[in-house]
């Protein structure tokens, strides 16, 4: 199973939206809503910020939104702050119980 | 919620290790639990489920028939066997949790902090 496609990097200033962009097959993102979105700062633990395509764990803001059309699902980050600069990985169900991931975007505030 | 990885270290290529999670804060048993590892410098790889009860296992193709996850509800705690180590093992390995017990869904909502498991060649 190949990993998920998605951008090496992407860059914004503060208070601008970004978006970045996780491309899969008819097999895994196109099949199932349930892609998830990470955050990863260096060294830490990845954290949870969507799951099942849209929807935000409590405690996460707002400005982070998922969404997906077709193979693609998209992390839109609205209202950039410098603390949202980080890797952010896509994940998605295969079926049996398998799970692939993506490459990792990061995203750099400018 | 805490999920505290431990036996994690150097290894020789051919080897064996077994890592363990301790879970507390919530009812361990009605999650479903895995594992996902990061190469240095590299992504997340999902590596293995196991269902709440045990029963139902499930491993990504690089580690099929080398790595084995299990759990033990009355401690609490969940385990990866690891044999036949190679130098691409080389990684921090996280477990994750995964959705409630009767509740679809593969998103890993707490993390451990990673145990690094080093293979020389």
């Known amino acids: 199973q190949s990993a998920l496609a998605q951008p090496a990097s992407v860059s914004g200033s503060p208070g601008q939206s970004i978006t970045m962009s996780c491309t899969g097959t008819s097999s895994d993102v196109g099949a199932y809503k349930f892609v998830s979105w990470y955050q990863q700062h260096p060294g830490r633990a990845p954290k949870l910020m969507t799951y099942?395509?849209?929807d935000r764990p409590s405690g996460v803001s707002n400005r982070f939104s998922g969404s997906k059309s077709g193979n693609t699902a998209s992390l839109t980050i609205s209202g950039l702050q410098a603390e949202d600069e980080a890797t952010y990985y896509c994940?998605?169900?295969?079926?049996?119980?398998?799970?692939?991931f993506g490459g990792g975007t990061k995203l750099t505030v400018l | 919620v805490q999920l505290v990885e431990s036996g994690g270290g150097l290894v020789q290529a051919g080897g064996s290790l077994r890592l363990s999670c301790a879970a507390s804060?919530?009812?361990?048993?009605?999650?479903?639990m895995n594992w996902v590892r990061q190469a240095p410098g590299k992504g997340l790889e999902w590596l293995s489920y196991i269902s709440g009860s045990g029963i139902t296992t499930s491993h990504a193709e690089s580690v099929k028939g080398r790595f084995t996850i299990s759990r033990d509800n009355a401690k609490s705690s969940l385990y990866l066997q690891m044999n036949g180590l190679r130098a691409e093992d080389t990684a921090v390995y996280y477990c994750?949790?995964?959705?409630?017990?009767?509740?679809?869904?593969?998103?890993?909502?707490?993390w451990g902090q990673g145990t690094l498991v080093s293979v020389s060649s």
């Open positions: 099942d395509v849209s």
């Open positions: 804060g919530f009812t361990f048993s009605g999650y479903n």
């Open positions: 994750a949790r995964g959705p409630r017990n009767g509740v679809d869904g593969t998103h890993f909502d707490y």
């Open positions: 994940s998605s169900y295969t079926g049996s119980n398998i799970v692939i």
